[in-house]
């Protein structure tokens, strides 16, 4: 066998509900790696079935996206974005103590504000035929409320989070875009603004079609919309 | 005025109850800065009342820690972990594509671990006295459970996640801590084992003693245990 040079590789999944579409997490890899200019291979998992043998140790939560670039394996979006941005010119500002500021931000959109808008989403999707999700949903609300306008206060008059487009924005984005059934980010005006203004740009666009093309498969049998 | 040379500074908060003791997240970044044998600064802020002005700018979601090194200026304990790491060698493997890996898991601990404690936490800690919280908990400890095992699978026998004793685990064991209320983590020996290992090192007991040493403060007026 010839040796070819690599490019890298993500895995997605075939199907997921409608609510999901656009959300799952290799949508964050896709936008990266569109903006600069990488092309990539996708894997196509089945959300529901078993993973290909293996997989665990590629992604030990069986989860997508898992990420190879040569020799360098990865799991957790974050992180992948992390790599890629420090690997690539383009994603990070150029100065050092900004480009901190941006990893800041990454991970502030995971732990800080991500955390708080799954939980809010385990109440309105997840559990919503449960008695108490309505009960539940009201201090949730609160404290996405409260991490919305801390990002809004924080991103002020600006475009982006540091300096130019970067990989902070990518990952805020598409956390937001995550209350997107919920109608709370519309609160904000400065985030109304600020999604609109990120996933305009093509590289969103492509990696959104990306995503939805890859879900040519069927849900799992009995699944009920 | 005469430059000296400087120190980091980290922020930490001078009372928390009982129950966040020895969790307030700057332990993660007292734990490191001790693993490395770097001396620091600690300013204790109050937890509950008034941050000083312009601490929204050091910290968008006004928590703890803050943390600066000279110019560089850093919010979230994960990304501060990834910095420390990054600015001194001890904390990630030499390996360039094992440091990737081990990047990877301090990013799940936060994104992928964290987040399910932390919404368990939310109905043990902050809502237990809603009727709700009950029935809440159940799928919130199934998730937990669920974590904990693919924890432990990637642990296997290995006595850390990614070679040496590394950021992940610093990020990983204080995330696990933040079940000791819960008693979850008893039902995964090799978890049991590894936060026994990490918490036994030498420099976490001197982050804890200084986060400790530093809660000197009085708890908010009308507080009820």
């Given at each position: 066998?010839?040796?070819?040079?690599?490019?890298?590789?993500?895995?997605?999944?075939?199907w997921?509900?409608d609510?999901?579409?656009?959300?799952?997490?290799?949508?964050?890899?896709?936008?990266?790696?569109?903006e600069?200019?990488?092309?990539?291979?996708?894997?196509?998992?089945?959300?529901?079935?078993?993973?290909?043998?293996?997989?665990?140790?590629?992604?030990?939560?069986?989860?997508?996206p898992?990420f190879?670039?040569?020799?360098?394996?990865?799991?957790?979006?974050?992180?992948?974005?992390?790599?890629?941005?420090?690997?690539?010119?383009?994603l990070?500002?150029?100065?050092?103590?900004?480009?901190?500021?941006?990893?800041c931000?990454?991970?502030?959109?995971?732990?800080?504000?991500?955390?708080?808008?799954?939980?809010?989403?385990?109440?309105?999707?997840f559990?919503?035929d449960?008695?108490?999700?309505?009960?539940?949903?009201?201090?949730?609300?609160?404290?996405?409320?409260?991490?919305?306008?801390?990002?809004?206060?924080?991103?002020?008059?600006?475009?982006?989070?540091?300096?130019?487009?970067?990989?902070?924005?990518i990952?805020?984005?598409?956390?937001?875009?995550?209350?997107?059934h919920?109608?709370?980010?519309?609160?904000?005006?400065?985030?109304?603004?600020?999604?609109?203004?990120?996933?305009?740009?093509?590289?969103?666009?492509r990696?959104?079609?990306?995503?939805?093309a890859?879900?040519?498969?069927?849900?799992?049998?009995?699944?009920q919309?």
């Open positions: 066998m010839i040796a070819t040079a690599s490019q890298p590789t993500l895995t997605a999944f075939d997921v509900p609510f999901a579409r656009g959300l799952v997490r290799d949508i964050r890899v896709r936008w990266a790696l569109e600069l200019g990488l092309t990539y291979d996708v894997e196509v998992l089945n959300a529901f079935g078993a993973k290909p043998d293996g997989y665990v140790q590629r992604q030990p939560f069986e989860q997508v898992a190879a670039d040569g020799d360098v394996e990865l799991f957790e979006s974050g992180a992948i974005l992390l790599y890629l941005a420090d690997r690539h010119p383009g990070l500002p150029t100065d050092d103590a900004a480009a901190w500021t941006a990893r931000w990454v991970m502030a959109a995971y732990s800080s504000v991500e955390s708080f808008i799954n939980r809010l989403n385990s109440y309105d999707i559990n919503a449960k008695p108490w999700a309505k009960d539940a949903r009201e201090p949730a609300v609160a404290l996405v409320n409260q991490k919305l306008k801390r990002v809004a206060d924080a991103l002020g008059d600006k475009d982006w989070l540091v300096g130019d487009f970067s990989v902070a924005d990952a805020m984005i598409c956390v937001l875009e995550n209350l997107r919920s109608g709370l980010v519309t609160q904000q005006p400065v985030l109304v603004d600020y999604l609109a203004r990120g996933k305009s740009r093509p590289a969103y666009g990696a959104l079609s990306g995503q939805l890859n879900f040519t498969g069927s849900p799992p049998a009995g699944w919309k």
